[in-house]
C-alpha cells in the first residue's frame, strides 16, 4: 500500500467537528436563447427543478464526509423551510446536526445560483448579518462543545463571515480545544483573521492573504506589527516574505497559503517554507476548493503524518476539484487515483 492510500485508509476511523455559517446553495440550470424586452439582462429558461446541497461551513462537512470521516455540524439555521431543506439534506448524507441550532431571528443563509451553458448567469443571496455576540447561542455552542469536545480529533473553524464566528466564540473554542489538545484549523474570513493567533494552522487563498495582511496593518498596533511594506502578493517571494511573517504574528504552527493554478506554499513554524506544485489538469471553476482543501489537510493531520504530506495531500485534492463545476465534494476513490501516478 503506498503512503498517500495508507493515509486515506485512516480516515475512516476519524471524527471531525466542524463549526462555522451554515449555507444552503440552491443551483438552478437552464438556458438562454435571448434578451429581455424589459431590461438589458439575458432571459434564463429554466431546464429542470433546483437543487440543493450543502454550502459554507456545511460542504466542508460533506468534503469530510465523502471521504469517510465521521463528522459533527455545529453552527445555526433559521426556522424556515430552506432549514428543514438543509437539514434533511444533511440526515441523508449521515453528517450529525446535533450541534445546529434554529435561530429565529435570522433567515438561514441561501446562495442561489442561475446558470446556462455552463456558466453562472447570475448569483442571488439572502442572509441578514450581525456580528453582535449572540449570548444564548454562545453559550448552546459552548455547551455542546464542553459535553462533546473529548469523541473528536479535531476541530475546523469554517469562518464565511455570515455572523455566527465572533472573538469571543473563537476564544470560547480555541480554549476548550487546546485544553484537550485537539487540533484546530481554520478557512478564515479576513476581517476575522486576527481572532485565530494561536491555532494549529490556517489556510488562505493569496486574495485572503492579501486582505488579512491589510486588515492586520489597519487594525493592530503596538508592538504587534507585521514587517512587511506592502500587503500585495505579486511574486512568489512576495508570498514567502508574507506567510513568513503570518505564521509569526498569528503564532501558529503551520500556514498554508493557496495559489491556484500556482498550487500552495506550505509554511511551518521552525521550518523552511515549501512550494508545492499544482496537480490540476484543468482549473475550471475553484467554488468549494478551500472547504476541500482543509477538510483533506485536517484529515491528514489526524492521522500523524507531517503538515508537509498532509498538505501534498490536500493539494492533490483541490487539483480535482477546481476541474469540477459548482462546490462538488471530493470522494475517497478519486483522491486515490489522483495519488496512483505519485507514489
Given at each position: 500500500m503506498d503512503k498517500y492510500k495508507k493515509i486515506i485508509s485512516k480516515f475512516f476511523s476519524k471524527k471531525i467537528l466542524v463549526i462555522g455559517d451554515i449555507i444552503l446553495d440552491q443551483h438552478?440550470?437552464?438556458?438562454?436563447?435571448?434578451?429581455?424586452?424589459?431590461?438589458?439582462?439575458?432571459?434564463?429558461?429554466?431546464?429542470?427543478?433546483?437543487?440543493?446541497?450543502?454550502?459554507?461551513?456545511?460542504?466542508?462537512?460533506?468534503?469530510?464526509?465523502s471521504l469517510g470521516a465521521k463528522v459533527t455540524l455545529v453552527g445555526r439555521i433559521g426556522r424556515d423551510v430552506e432549514g428543514k431543506e438543509l437539514l434533511k439534506g444533511l440526515k441523508k448524507l449521515r453528517i450529525s446536526t446535533r450541534g445546529v441550532f434554529v435561530d429565529a431571528k435570522i433567515p438561514t443563509v441561501l446562495k442561489t445560483r442561475i446558470l446556462a451553458q455552463h456558466q453562472q448567469v447570475l448569483r442571488l443571496d439572502r442572509e441578514k448579518i450581525s456580528f453582535n455576540e449572540n449570548i444564548k447561542l454562545s453559550n448552546k455552542i459552548t455547551?455542546?462543545?464542553?459535553?462533546?469536545?473529548n469523541s473528536f480529533d479535531a476541530v475546523i473553524i469554517s469562518d464565511y463571515g455570515k455572523g455566527l464566528i465572533t472573538r469571543e466564540l473563537v476564544m470560547r473554542i480555541c480554549s476548550l480545544a487546546k485544553k484537550k489538545?485537539?487540533?484546530?484549523?481554520?478557512?478564515?474570513?479576513?476581517?476575522?483573521?486576527?481572532?485565530?493567533?494561536?491555532?494549529?494552522?490556517?489556510?488562505?487563498?493569496?486574495?485572503?492573504?492579501?486582505?488579512?495582511?491589510?486588515?492586520?496593518?489597519?487594525?493592530?498596533?503596538?508592538?504587534?506589527?507585521?514587517r512587511l511594506n506592502s500587503d500585495r502578493l505579486n511574486t512568489l517571494a512576495?508570498?514567502?516574505?508574507?506567510?513568513?511573517?503570518?505564521?509569526?504574528?498569528?503564532?501558529l504552527e503551520s500556514l498554508m497559503?493557496?495559489?491556484?493554478?500556482?498550487?500552495?506554499?506550505v509554511f511551518e513554524k521552525g521550518k523552511?517554507?515549501?512550494?508545492?506544485?499544482?496537480?490540476?489538469?484543468?482549473?475550471?471553476d475553484v467554488t468549494g476548493a478551500g472547504d476541500t482543501v482543509i477538510a483533506v489537510y485536517t484529515l491528514g493531520l489526524t492521522t500523524g503524518?507531517?503538515?508537509?504530506?498532509?498538505?501534498?495531500?490536500?493539494?492533490y485534492?483541490?487539483?480535482?476539484?477546481?476541474?469540477?463545476?459548482?462546490?462538488?465534494?471530493?470522494?475517497?476513490?478519486?483522491?486515490?487515483?489522483?495519488?496512483?501516478?505519485?507514489?
Open positions: 438552478i440550470v437552464g438556458s438562454v436563447s435571448r434578451i429581455s424586452p424589459e431590461a438589458p439582462v439575458p432571459v434564463v429558461l429554466q431546464k429542470e427543478p433546483a437543487t440543493f446541497s450543502p454550502g459554507g461551513a456545511a460542504n466542508v462537512a460533506y468534503n469530510l464526509r455547551g455542546f462543545l464542553k459535553s462533546n469536545l489538545k485537539k487540533i484546530i484549523t481554520v478557512d478564515p474570513k479576513v476581517e476575522n483573521f486576527a481572532y485565530y493567533r494561536g491555532v494549529t494552522a490556517i489556510t488562505p487563498n493569496k486574495n485572503e492573504a492579501e486582505n488579512a495582511i491589510r486588515n492586520i496593518k489597519i487594525t493592530e498596533s503596538g508592538q504587534r506589527k507585521l512576495d508570498v514567502v516574505r508574507a506567510g513568513k511573517q503570518l505564521l509569526s504574528f498569528m503564532e497559503v493557496t495559489l491556484g493554478e500556482q498550487g500552495m506554499y523552511k517554507p515549501i512550494h508545492i506544485h499544482t496537480k490540476a489538469k484543468d482549473v475550471f503524518v507531517s503538515k508537509l504530506l498532509a498538505a501534498d495531500l490536500a493539494n485534492a483541490a487539483g480535482i476539484v477546481i476541474g469540477k463545476m459548482g462546490a462538488v465534494p471530493i470522494t475517497r476513490a478519486e483522491l486515490i487515483e489522483a495519488t496512483k501516478t505519485h507514489i
